[in-house]
């Protein structure tokens, strides 16, 4: 029954009721029976009235209180909506890094003549994988702990098995495009104080890191009871510098490598250049990236061999060689380049490196390298300018941990040019390296 009728109904009750109780009660006039009930049905009515507003205001609160709770569902369903987007988000990201930290001191015509504490590797790298198939790669420089030309050494986008037709098939494709490391050679995937298992590279040092596009692959061999044969074709710029490219020759890299027997690695790399007019070259052997002297039409050829072989293989034979745990690793490396031009120039490079784990923890490691320029071209190694550039290194190290290892060691620098005699430019390092 609604408020209203029950007010309406009330009333009469009360009345009748009342006029009945008088009616035996006797002593009052009819008149003042009358006033008497016409207050009495006053207060009723006010009382009924407050009633009302009273249930009127616990209906608004009640409604008002409803509304809240609505809003305070759809916020927590909105703040866990966007926690469940944050953590797919981070699980689509991964970050990983290499620094090394420690004390080098050379000979008087070195690079550090007098002694210095450095952290000349420091590297920063972020993946976004937004899908199954592409994965962006973005690499920030920072050795020394500063900002170095350019911030982004790396900025590419990598797509892995695009094609649905390939799914059963023998072969694998996968494209990189943007900046990004050319594979040449295999020095290339190890040429830093972290992943090397000596604080110095080769005398070669040949790298290469170009704005581009990149094919790569294997392909099965199964049917002849082989390991897979890996292949990698790219096309880059060639030219030296970040940006719109100035030359009209592009940058050809042609690569295959294969593992005939298990601890057997094998490996042959072709690059060219492309015309590079009067510009610099993106492929730096020895240092040496500049154009033959006076030149304005020139390109860059190169070809490298390499091998590999781990005595007592282990789970990670083709690790960075400074975190494999083959008992033993051997590794050969060659190759030429030619610079052609009016006045060309060419040389040729290579080392030999061995690799002996003592223990889990301690290994130690040797390693001969050279690269010789001929005619009158020179390359500047470790502060020394010469044209003929031997380098012996040996040196250990401890593995503190899986991902931290102590590294020492000295390289006795021999280099020549025209006659000059061997400058004084050996190298102490003693450093920590780490990666995560």
């Not at 504490?117 to 420091?122: L, R, S, V």
């Not at 030296?240 to 690569?255: C, E, L």
């Amino acid at each position: 029954m609604k408020l209203k009728h029950f007010k309406i109904t009330l009333t009469v009750l009360f009345f009748t009721v009342m006029c009945a109780t008088r009616s035996f009660a006797g002593g009052l006039s009819p008149d003042e029976e009358i006033t008497d009930l016409k207050t009495q049905v006053q207060e009723l009515l006010k009382r009924i009235e407050k009633l009302e507003v009273d249930q009127a205001q616990v209906k608004e609160e009640s409604l008002k209180a409803r509304e809240e709770v609505v809003k305070i569902k759809e916020a927590t369903q909105a703040v866990q909506a966007q926690r469940v987007d944050l953590a797919n988000t981070l699980a689509k990201l991964k970050i990983k890094g290499r620094a090394a930290l420690g004390f080098f001191d050379s000979g008087k015509a070195g690079s550090y003549p007098a002694g210095s504490f450095e952290m000349p590797d420091a590297k920063l790298q972020f993946s976004f994988q937004p899908d199954e198939i592409n994965t962006l790669v973005m690499r920030f420089n920072l050795n020394n702990a500063t900002a170095q030309s350019p911030l982004l050494d790396y900025f590419y986008l990598q797509s892995k098995d695009f094609l649905p037709a390939l799914k059963n098939s023998p072969f694998s494709l996968s494209t990189r495009l943007g900046r990004f490391k050319l594979g040449f050679g295999e020095e290339t995937w190890s040429d830093n104080l972290v992943e090397s298992v000596l604080p110095s590279k080769s005398a070669g040092g040949v790298s290469v890191i170009d704005e581009g596009l990149e094919f790569a692959g294997k392909i099965k061999l199964e049917k002849f009871k082989l390991n897979p044969l890996g292949w990698v074709v790219s096309v880059s710029d060639g030219n030296s510098g970040v940006g719109s490219d100035s030359t009209a020759g592009k940058a050809f890299m042609g690569k295959l490598y294969h593992s005939p027997i298990g601890p057997l690695y094998l490996s042959t790399t072709y690059y060219n250049s492309g015309r590079l007019d009067s510009s610099n070259s993106e492929m730096s052997i020895a240092g040496l990236a500049t154009r033959p002297s006076g030149e304005n039409d020139w390109d860059r050829t190169v070809w490298e061999v390499d091998a590999r072989y781990d005595f007592g293989k282990g789970k990670k034979p083709l690790d960075p060689p400074a975190y494999s745990d083959s008992k033993a690793i051997f590794r050969l490396s060659y190759g030429q380049f030619k610079d052609d031009a009016n006045r060309s120039r060419s040389g040729n490079f290579g080392f030999v490196e061995g690799t002996y784990n003592l223990t889990k923890k301690f290994y130690t490691a040797g390693r001969f390298s050279f690269v010789d320029i001929n005619g009158d071209g020179t390359a500047t190694l470790n502060g020394v300018t010469a044209n003929r550039y031997e380098r012996y290194s040996l040196g250990g190290g401890y593995r503190w941990t899986d991902n931290t290892i102590l590294k020492l060691s000295y390289d006795w620098n021999k280099n020549s040019w025209s006659g000059i005699g061997d400058a004084d430019d050996n190298l102490l390092s003693a450093m920590v390296a780490t990666q995560f």
